[in-house]
């Protein structure tokens, strides 16, 4: 298998993410924006469950890495398309690998514990709350009760990924034209399943997808990586990655 990243590369953001000996224990947030948030919620093994969701992260950009069309872009296209839509694709990445995770009611701030992270918290991080979560888990379960092939979530990644709909492109028509080839290839694969679907079920997926991309991403951050990056903009990791 061809290597994409260069996990030694003592410079490197995702080195040093893999290599970093982080405090698990929940992040504290403090009192006066936890009124605003509606039974906040963590994961109940961060630890494990951090690690392996950033896992499937790297592994879905190095799926995106392996795909021609993909690399054929412009680097500039590249980091747009990934940007835009790495909730969604990733959040697919989780339903293809059987990830599940649990998670538990977020305990009391403690004040010691704010003290010593004085200044090392943005004023917008919040907690996800358990109904942020709960829809999480019911586009996952949607996922899972199609029992979709490696084809099928291929093209349905594809035809996510592929959006011309979104600011600073420089190449719309060919990604509009890849869009519509990953489209016509899973129409084609609906058609031929053993026991055909309903296209209106994966065009409904589609929708959903798109609309958890501004929905999620703070959910997601908060959940999966705040935990295991810190503060790391995750956008640099992806320019990272990309540009290896």
């Not at 963590?42 to 790297?58: D, E, I, Q, S, Y």
């Not at 879905?60 to 940007?83: A, E, G, M, W, Y």
């Not at 609906?190 to 609309?211: K, Q």
């Amino acid at each position: 298998m061809k290597k994409y990243v260069n996990k030694q590369d003592p410079h490197g953001i995702l080195f040093s993410i893999l290599s970093r000996k982080r405090d698990f224990a929940h992040f504290s947030y403090p009192e006066t924006h936890r009124c605003h948030c509606e039974r906040l919620v963590c994961l109940k093994n961060p630890h494990t469950t951090c690690r392996a969701a950033f896992g499937v992260l790297v592994k879905t950009i190095h799926f995106l890495k392996s795909l021609p069309s993909f690399q054929n872009l412009q680097l500039n296209d590249r980091l747009v398309l990934l940007q835009n839509h790495w909730v969604p694709l990733f959040l697919l990445g989780l339903a293809q690998e059987h990830m599940t995770f649990e998670v538990w009611d977020f305990p009391a701030s403690s004040i010691l514990r704010n003290i010593l992270m004085n200044g090392q918290q943005k004023s917008d991080d919040c907690p996800p709350t358990l109904a942020e979560v709960d829809k999480l888990k019911m586009f996952l379960n949607k996922v899972w009760s199609l029992d979709l092939s490696l084809n099928e979530y291929a093209y349905l990644k594809g035809a996510i990924l592929f959006s011309q709909d979104v600011p600073g492109l420089k190449s719309r028509a060919v990604i509009a034209g890849l869009q519509e080839e990953a489209q016509r290839a899973l129409h084609m694969l609906i058609l031929c399943h053993h026991h055909p679907r309903d296209p209106h079920t994966f065009m409904d997926m589609l929708f959903t997808a798109s609309t958890l991309q501004m929905e999620a991403r703070s959910l997601v951050t908060e959940l999966f990586f705040r935990p295991i990056t810190g503060q790391t903009d995750l956008q640099e990791l992806f320019n990272e990655i990309v540009n290896q």
